[in-house]
């Protein structure tokens, strides 16, 4: 498997490690008042679909970035790779509008 | 400048340098540089790149990429981060020297010790190293510098001159294991 990295282009799958789902870089405010449900949410209910999924990909034996890889989980076949950082801060600055 | 008693043994183990000659390929041990990595600080990017480039000679590389002035080489890493190679004669406390100029801008971290060095050459340098690693080694221009993984061993990847002659960086604890896998392909192409 071949993951096209946004900065150093086709890398193979050998230097990535993958960690899961990528709703985890969603983590809650542990100050909330329903802190606890939030929590138990964020940990234990994971979708699981057969077919397009996101998930964060670390690449371990290369330049240690996070990514969030959409692939599907049927075909194998990878839509698209964005860096997680620039995922985090679009999904951070739509929080804030 | 730091004054060392001690004579330390090389990666491999011995005082002398190993020089292998199989095939067209020559892998030789280099002990000859220190190295140091260089990592901006959050918000300090536009001051750090003109400091940078002010000390080492020239702009700091983009990914993939390396760049060299007379005294020192720099190959990207990661996002804002580089290694630094200089020659150990000249700059055996690398660290300190690269830390004194950059001082807040950047973490400073000094890797000599770290890795170990081995600078192969010849016209089959390409073929040897498709045999160990996943890298398009064949689309390797000069001045390209990767981190991947042979036999397992996370190492970084500098294209000297293309199709010609490539340096390879490993962790020096496993120096032996690498050095190794190259003389193995080596061998086995020669």
Same mark, same amino acid.
């Given at each position: 498997m071949i993951i096209e990295h946004p900065l150093l282009g086709p890398r193979d799958a050998q230097e990535f490690t993958c960690l899961g789902d990528a709703s985890l870089i969603n983590r809650p405010d542990w100050q909330e008042d329903d802190a606890v449900n939030r929590f138990y949410e964020y940990l234990y209910l994971r979708d699981n679909p057969a077919g397009e999924h996101r998930e964060l990909w670390y690449h371990e034996q290369g330049d240690r970035s996070w990514l969030v890889v959409t692939r599907n989980t049927v075909t194998h076949e990878i839509l698209r790779v964005e860096l997680a950082i620039d995922v985090a801060r679009t999904a951070r600055s739509k929080d804030r509008t | 400048m730091a004054e060392y008693q001690l004579e330390p043994i090389n990666a491999l183990g011995l005082s002398e340098t190993v020089d292998a000659e199989i095939g067209l390929v020559r892998? &030789? =041990? #280099? #002990? $000859? #540089?220190s190295l140091a990595s260089i990592a901006i600080r959050l918000g300090n990017e536009k001051k750090f790149s003109s400091s940078a480039r002010k000390l080492l000679g020239f702009a700091l590389p983009g990914p993939g990429e390396s760049a060299s002035s007379k005294t020192y080489s720099a190959f990207w890493s990661a996002p804002n981060q580089w290694? &630094?190679? $200089? %020659?150990e004669k000249s700059h055996a406390d690398i660290a300190h020297i690269l /830390?004194?100029?950059? $001082? =807040?801008? $950047? @973490? &400073?971290t000094e890797q000599t010790g770290g890795w170990c060095r081995f600078d192969i050459e010849g016209k089959t340098v390409t073929s040897m190293l498709e045999r160990l690693c996943m890298l398009d080694m064949a689309g390797m221009k000069a001045g390209a510098a990767n981190r991947s993984v042979i036999e397992h061993i996370g190492v970084f990847l500098l294209c000297r001159r293309e199709? =010609? *002659?490539? %340096? &390879?960086y490993g962790p020096r604890s496993m120096a032996d294991s690498l050095h190794h896998a190259l003389i193995a392909a080596a /061998? @086995?192409? *020669?």
């Open positions: - | 892998i &030789v =041990e #280099n #002990n $000859a #540089n290694f &630094v190679e $200089a %020659s /830390k004194e100029e950059l $001082a =807040e801008m $950047a @973490s &400073v199709h =010609e *002659a490539i %340096s &390879v /061998k @086995s192409i *020669a």
